[in-house]
């Protein structure tokens, strides 16, 4: 089965200074990735999504990530932070043929004034 | 559109208990996968509803069921409470079951005393 690490527990960054977010995963052919977005006490909003095709992915709210396949990783970044990117981010990996997404245990985001 | 919405948004129950949690799908939705997410963890899959029928159930007991219903809405039922059953349970919709792209919900947070 799928799976998917996330080294960072806590990130802090400086407002306007540019992020990315660790996620290598653990599967054996091309999975399908996620990154989302959960806000404190919010359900999870979805940020981009691979599946195939074009590795570098752009996403909303200035988010993109990049699929390397021979590093078995999906890194989130963005160029410039804005103080309300604060949040927990989980990076997520699916399968072609199952229905189990497998979660990371999330990286928190602090952004400093 | 409509978007995935959840009831309750919160309740408390005692050890030993029942509990039935509901969720409505996305308009066009067919498929509703439930999540539980501990305090400080990224969510666990529970299962997934597609067309009526369970497709697919991660690791955890028979004490968790669920249903869906011709109108692709969907409840959770957890029987013989305990506590480690406190989280947020997270319901996310998609088409064509499998594990592409989810839409989730806000969560319902289940307090177990």
């Known amino acids: 089965a799928q799976s998917v690490t996330q080294p960072d527990i806590h990130i802090t960054v400086s407002e306007g200074a540019s992020l990315e977010l660790r996620c290598n995963y653990s599967?054996?052919?091309?999975?399908?990735l996620f990154w989302y977005v959960q806000s404190p006490g919010q359900g999870l909003q979805l940020l981009l999504k691979?599946?195939?095709?074009?590795?570098l992915v752009q996403g909303i709210k200035g988010f993109e990530a990049e699929f390397k396949r021979s590093q078995s990783s999906f890194n989130l970044r963005k160029p410039s932070v804005h103080w309300s990117d604060a949040a927990e981010y989980f990076c997520?990996?699916?399968?072609?043929?199952?229905?189990?997404?497998?979660f990371g245990a999330g990286t928190r985001l602090t952004v400093k004034p | 559109e409509t978007g995935v919405t959840q009831s309750p948004t919160h309740l408390i129950k005692t050890r030993g208990q029942q509990v039935t949690l509901r969720c409505s799908s996305q308009?066009?939705?067919?498929?509703v996968s439930w999540y539980q997410q501990a305090l400080g963890q990224g969510p666990q899959f529970i299962f997934q509803?597609?067309?009526?029928?369970?497709?697919g159930r991660g690791n955890f007991p028979p004490r968790f069921s669920g249903l869906q219903f011709p109108n692709y809405s969907s409840e959770l039922n957890v029987n013989a409470l305990e506590l480690d059953d406190s989280a947020l349970y997270l319901c996310?919709?998609?088409?064509?079951?499998?594990?592409?792209?989810?839409?989730f919900g806000p969560g319902t947070r289940l307090t177990v005393t």
């Open positions: 996310a919709s998609s088409f064509g079951g499998l594990a592409r792209e989810q839409y």
């Open positions: 599967y054996g052919a091309t999975p399908y």
């Open positions: 691979y599946f195939s095709g074009d590795t």
């Open positions: 997520a990996v699916g399968a072609p043929n199952n229905n189990d997404m497998r």
């Open positions: 308009s066009g939705h067919n498929t």
């Open positions: 509803y597609y067309r009526e029928e369970e497709n």
